[in-house]
């Protein structure tokens, strides 16, 4: 039973479940079973194999990725050791690369064709490539925000997928390969023609710059006491090599998405299948037990370290002695409410925030990390943030950020669709008790809807051409 347990969970890349009864486990000795019908038999051990498709569908999604212009690549949690193959395949069709989240850690964020993070939690750059593709290939990931995938008819669709049944899930495929994604991208990867003409690339690339620009400037914005994406700025600039990042399920995901740029050799992990509470410090503690040695970051909202966190740190007060490296940092989102949650009623049903069940009680986390023998501060304002990190990197043990954080930074979409604003508008009329201030982090933020989306890019590539005009009269 042991035996087969390995082998499901590998096989499967799944949970597998042992059942031992109680009349078994008392047993004193093992009794091998009779050879006859129905008796099972074991041995232990689990060899990888080869899982690759056929020859002739790796050249029809050739001749597919070939034939087009404006190829856009998302690799998910199964491309995450197909770091390599991923780049060679993208560097071949001059292609950018947008990762869901699960796959954060599947590219470096500092290649210049890493769109980052895609969806609801997405950057402008990946959604607008999403938008203006011709060509889908996507690679290990059923990311389930459809709606910001190609539209269906937009972009001819390839898929690689070691899971059948994540196959077509998402987007309807011209061709949908079975295989693990390296073997897979190596196979393929002789069948792809180099593409000379890197227009598409080169507006890939630009649109990525533009938005890391745009990412310093939010998180810059005024958001008193603390804007909640400035400890993210922040942290990302400061991870030391091989740093292991956790999320939990909420805000901080979000922030995570949009605003730490992995390195390579860098690890992350959220829950991002079932989007479970309380997953940052679990995942960080057991990063720290297989990886002693290395740094790692759990980023938590209020709600999730109410809800396990506070306990997940006896856990930590109890094990840190034995790891190698004793840095475990701890950055908590204290704004008092369940504020992912918060912006999706407003957004998603038109519901003004409830206090009711919105709103949590405040608790001192960084004073109870130093009651339980760790070390803590207290973060109130943008100018405690910078010296707060150095105390947390620097620290000789666990060291835990109580980061008091403005709610009203809106957790959205780069930009709104029109049913979307109608319900947020509806939302701050209709009662919302923090209207006035969701209003000026709105604003602030330059959330903006998809008319004015598309008029502002509109006038920009105006801009540019204009430039472009002035800079050949010049020359001549």
């Not at 459809?146 to 269906?152: D, V």
């Not at 002693?292 to 980023?299: G, L, Q």
């Not at 475990?328 to 999706?344: A, F, G, H, Q, S």
């Not at 709103?359 to 004073?367: H, I, S, T």
């Amino acid at each position: 039973m042991i035996d087969r347990a390995f082998r499901t969970a590998h096989g499967g890349r799944t949970v597998a479940a042992i059942i031992l009864p109680h009349d078994i486990q008392s047993k004193e000795a093992v009794e091998e079973p009779e050879r006859k019908h129905g008796k099972q038999h074991s041995s232990p051990g689990w060899w990888e194999p080869r899982v690759l498709p056929s020859d002739d569908d790796l050249r029809h999604a050739a001749e597919i990725l070939n034939a087009g212009t404006k190829v856009a690549i998302l690799v998910g949690a199964g491309a995450l050791g197909a770091t390599e193959e991923v780049i060679s395949v993208a560097e071949r069709l001059e292609a950018g690369v947008a990762k869901a989240l699960l796959g954060k850690a599947a590219l470096p964020d500092d290649l210049p064709f890493v769109t980052g993070s895609v969806g609801w939690l997405g950057t402008e750059a990946s959604n607008r490539m999403m938008e203006e593709c011709d060509t889908f290939l996507m690679v290990g990931s059923s990311m389930p925000y459809t709606e910001f995938l190609p539209k269906p008819g937009q972009a001819r669709g390839v898929q690689i997928d070691i899971e059948p049944r994540s196959l077509g899930l998402r987007y309807p495929m011209e061709i949908a390969l079975v295989g693990k994604s390296a073997e897979t991208l190596r196979a393929l990867l002789p069948h792809l023609k180099q593409k000379t003409d890197r227009s598409w690339r080169d507006r890939v690339e630009g649109n990525i710059r533009d938005w890391w620009v745009e990412v310093e400037r939010r998180s810059h914005a005024p958001a008193p006491p603390l804007n909640p994406q400035l400890p993210f700025w922040e942290l990302s600039s400061r991870l030391p090599d091989r740093a292991i990042v956790t999320a939990d399920s909420g805000t901080s995901a979000f922030w995570c998405a949009r605003n730490i740029r992995l390195r390579a050799d860098m690890m992350f992990s959220v829950s991002g299948g079932l989007a479970t509470m309380g997953c940052a410090l679990p995942y960080a503690l057991a990063a720290k037990i297989a990886h002693p040695d290395r740094v790692v970051v759990a980023t938590v909202g209020d709600g999730a370290m109410q809800m396990s966190g506070i306990s997940s740190l006896i856990d930590v007060a109890k094990r840190w002695s034995q790891w190698n490296d004793p840095r475990l940092i701890v950055l908590v989102l204290n704004n008092r409410d369940l504020n992912y949650v918060t912006w999706e009623q407003r957004v998603m049903e038109g519901d003004p925030r409830y206090e009711r069940s919105q709103q949590l009680p405040d608790f001192p986390y960084a004073r109870y990390a130093e009651l339980l023998g760790l070390a803590g501060a207290r973060v109130e304002s943008s100018d405690e943030v910078r010296e707060a990190f150095d105390r947390a990197f620097a620290a000789d043990r666990p060291f835990v950020i109580d980061a008091v954080v403005n709610a009203d930074v809106p957790t959205l979409p780069p930009w709104l669709r029109p049913e979307q604003e109608k319900k947020l508008e509806s939302a701050l009329e209709e009662g919302d008790p923090d209207a006035a201030g969701v209003r000026e982090q709105l604003d602030r933020q330059d959330v903006h809807n998809e008319r004015e989306e598309k008029a502002r890019r509109s006038g920009a590539e105006a801009a540019k051409q204009g430039a472009r005009h002035r800079t050949r009269a010049t020359t001549s």
